[in-house]
T-cell receptor
Framework: TQLLEQSPQFLSIQEGENLTVYCNSS?????LQWYRQEPGEGPVLLVT?????EVKKLKRLTFQFGDARKDSSLHITAAQPGDTGLYLC???????????FGKGTRLHILP | GAGVSQSPSNKVTEKGKDVELRCDPI?????LYWYRQSLGQGLEFLIY????????KSGLPSDRFSAERTGGSVSTLTIQRTQQEDSAVYLC??????????????FGPGTRLTVT
């Protein structure tokens, strides 16, 4: 069974702090996506990474794909209350193209 | 352009009744996915349609659940004889030919189903 483990499950921090969310697996992925979901809405795609070691930046968010394409991290600098939400990673498995979602990290930024 | 739309946005039904949930994917997208999300949880894969291929039904939790996709576009998820444990948000996502390779999905707002 292919799994994507996200950690931490929950994170509550003060505005202005930095944080990192992790997404790990024993499977190799041809691509990996990060989504953010706010209450009452569907997940919204933030970024796709496809190359081992790739780093992508989206304003204060930095996404990294592991060298072996089995893991990824999301780093947020100077978190803002608007960053609050459920962060989901999803990987497209190398061997069969199936897409697997992690269970998500629920992030709450306190003003 | 228009995104993925789902209807109804909310559905309250009595236990034992059948419900139909509708998804309109982004025009031209060949792949369509249904997921279920219980309160505060991640996404549970239900079913996947890709073009004219046989759907991947491996995530359907029981034979009370079925889905079809007509004309390669609109999809309907049907839950027969609903149970209270079916209460959840049902999310639909689509992806295009290029996106299918990269795995990117575009989600609708979901249908919140409550079974009383």
């Amino acid at each position: 069974t292919q799994l994507l483990e996200q950690s931490p499950q929950f994170l509550s921090i003060q505005e202005g702090e930095n944080l990192t969310v992790y997404c790990n697996s024993s499977s190799v992925f041809s691509s990996l996506q990060w989504y953010r979901q706010e209450p009452g809405e569907g997940p919204v795609l933030l970024v796709t990474v496809v190359t081992g070691g790739e780093v992508k930046k989206l304003k204060r968010l930095t996404f990294q794909f592991g060298d072996a394409r089995k893991d990824s991290s999301l780093h947020i600098t100077a978190a803002q209350p608007g960053d609050t939400g459920l962060y989901l990673c999803a990987g497209q498995a190398d061997r069969d193209d199936k897409i697997i979602f992690g269970k998500g990290t629920r992030l709450h930024i306190l003003p | 352009g228009a995104g993925v739309s789902q209807s109804p946005s909310n559905k309250v039904t009595e236990k034992g009744k059948d419900v139909e949930l509708r998804c309109d994917p982004i025009s031209g997208h060949t792949a369509l996915y249904w997921y279920r999300q219980s309160l505060g949880q991640g996404l549970e894969f239900l079913i996947y349609f890709q073009g004219n291929s046989a759907p991947d039904k491996s995530g359907l939790p029981s034979d009370r659940f079925s889905a079809e996709r007509t004309g390669g576009s609109v999809s309907t998820l049907t839950i027969q004889r609903t149970q209270q444990e079916d209460s959840a948000v049902y999310l639909c996502a689509s992806s295009g030919a290029r996106d299918r390779v990269s795995g990117e999905q575009y989600f609708g707002p979901g249908t919140r189903l409550t079974v009383t």
